[in-house]
């Protein structure tokens, strides 16, 4: 298992950079991220559902040509590691673990938030060190800039996936314990409010006429992926 959340750890790095520093190939929107990490954690259907569900509210949400999105990938990444790790050790508290995990990563969206936003200001005080205003050497600067600042997002989606699973894992664990009678049955709409969110965020992008074509494949893609798994 440690070996798996070592994995999980390095792909949100790969998320990280993927949203901030390069690439911007998709990889982290929740879609894949999730499925990526139900492959590396043994279970990739329950990680495809899981992303798909996640993905439906961030349809409008596009990490490309240097758009600024918001900072929810790293939180459902791992509220999919949560979901995922730990459907079959609490199979009668299903409903529950969703609404936590879903919860908890929106908690870490919030927090990432202000985070991210320093690492940002590290990143420029390290560019004011290395000026591109001699032409002989701007080549060499612009590649260690853009070294720097891929390492640091690498650097800070790893950790940041490091600290803030084992804390929801706990919660999880907590809540758990508590064993509320029925409360899995009060939460049996957790996934249709979810689908439900989607649906409306679908619909807000038809009606502005904006990035149709990928709200349109992308809300295929998930709802096959729910009728699927």
């Known amino acids: ?40 954690l043994g279970n990739p259907g329950l990680g495809l559902m899981t992303g798909a569900l996640l993905q439906l509210p961030f ?15 790293l939180g459902c990444l791992v509220a999919a590691m949560l979901i995922v790790s730990n459907h079959n050790a609490y199979h009668n508290f299903n409903n529950q673990l969703w609404i936590i995990s879903v919860l908890y990563g929106a908690l870490l969206s919030r927090v990432g938030a202000p985070m991210r936003n320093q690492l940002r200001k590290i990143n420029f005080r390290f560019i004011q060190r290395f000026p591109l205003t001699d032409t002989r050497k701007i080549s060499q600067r612009l590649t260690l800039l853009t070294l720097f600042g891929l390492s640091m997002s690498l650097l ?17 664990q907590l809540i758990a314990k508590l064993n509320i009678s029925n409360a899995d049955r009060f939460f049996a709409l957790a996934k249709p409010l979810l689908l439900g969110i989607g649906f409306g965020v679908f619909l807000k992008i038809i009606a502005t006429g904006k990035r149709i074509t990928i709200a349109l494949a992308t809300f295929a893609l998930t709802t096959t ?3 699927l798994f």
């Open 156 to 172: 800070f989606g790893f950790m940041f996936v490091l600290i803030a699973f084992p804390i929801g894992n706990l919660l999880v």
């Open 59 to 73: 349809l409008s949400e596009v990490p490309a040509g240097g758009a600024k999105i918001s900072e929810s990938q």
């Open 1 to 40: 298992m440690e070996t798996q959340i070592f994995l999980c750890c390095i792909l949100g790095g790969i998320v990280c950079a993927d949203s901030e520093a390069a690439w911007q190939v998709m990889i982290s929107q929740p879609l894949v991220a999730c499925a990526l990490a139900g492959i590396i």
């Open 225 to 227: 992926a729910i009728v």
